[in-house]
């Protein structure tokens, strides 16, 4: 089955500069990516996906990119602030937006961003 | 985007009672629904998927006589822990993936805790 790994485990960088987490996964027919966004005690939220026909994907602050070839894809926060403080989660998933594929999480990257 | 409810919030149960947690889609029809567990600052590790009147899938270590999961409707999932024990406290939350986007859209999660 797909697994998903995840790096850094922590990470923690200065108010208004970059943070970068990398993930790898395992199932070359994964084709789905999303990103989610867990604060403490809440449920994960999306903040930006991307499927395998795309290269990169850029939403305000966050981008994201894929290479399908190395089965790697990262997510970029620019200008952190505070609130962007939590845990993220990459994920892989296979099939075409179909509502029953499975989606499998990575180990999650806890970020703190330091005023 | 859609909504997942889950209720209880939160549970506390004596050693070897059973608890019943549910799962409800709110404003669309969930064919499909999965059940996570999460210990604390770790992942979302994927127990079963819950399919509508069918059966549900369990992934490899998770013992389904243990996780009971009934999926009666196209709205409502629901995940019973039997003669629960210590070692099953933890969060477990629900999702759905959206028919069009394949987004997964999670519940609130329940925090189960047996004394």
């Known amino acids: 089955g797909e697994n998903v790994e995840q790096h850094p485990s922590t990470l923690s960088v200065q108010e208004g500069d970059s943070a970068v987490i990398k993930c790898t996964y395992s199932?070359?027919?994964?084709?789905?990516f999303p990103w989610y966004k867990q604060e403490l005690g809440k449920r994960p939220q999306l903040i930006i996906d991307?499927?395998?026909?795309?290269g990169e994907k850029k939403d305000q602050r966050i981008a994201v990119t894929l290479n399908k070839t190395a089965k790697h894809f990262s997510l970029h926060i620019t200008e952190t602030q505070p609130e962007d403080s939590a845990v993220y989660f990459c994920?892989?998933?296979?099939?075409?937006?179909?509502?029953?594929?499975?989606?499998?999480f990575g180990p999650g990257t806890s970020l703190s961003v330091i005023p | 985007g859609a909504v997942v409810s889950q209720h209880p919030s939160r549970v506390i149960c004596k050693s070897g009672t059973s608890v019943k947690i549910e799962c409800r889609s709110l404003?669309?029809?969930?064919?499909?629904m999965f059940w996570y567990r999460q210990f604390p600052k770790q992942s979302l590790m994927l127990m079963a998927t819950?399919?509508?009147?069918?059966?549900?899938?369990?992934e490899q270590g998770v013992e389904k006589d243990k996780f009971l999961i009934n999926h009666a409707s196209l709205t409502l999932s629901t995940l019973t822990v039997t003669s629960a024990h210590p070692e099953d406290s933890s969060f477990y939350i629900c999702?759905?993936?959206?028919?069009?986007?394949?987004?997964?859209?999670f519940g609130e999660g329940s925090r189960l805790t047996v004394l």
């Open positions: 404003d669309f029809q969930a064919t499909t």
């Open positions: 199932d070359s027919a994964s084709n789905y």
């Open positions: 991307i499927r395998s026909n795309v």
């Open positions: 999702s759905a993936r959206g028919r069009s986007s394949g987004e997964l859209f």
């Open positions: 994920a892989a998933s296979k099939g075409r937006k179909t509502s029953y594929d499975k989606v499998i």
């Open positions: 819950s399919n509508e009147g069918s059966k549900a899938t369990y």
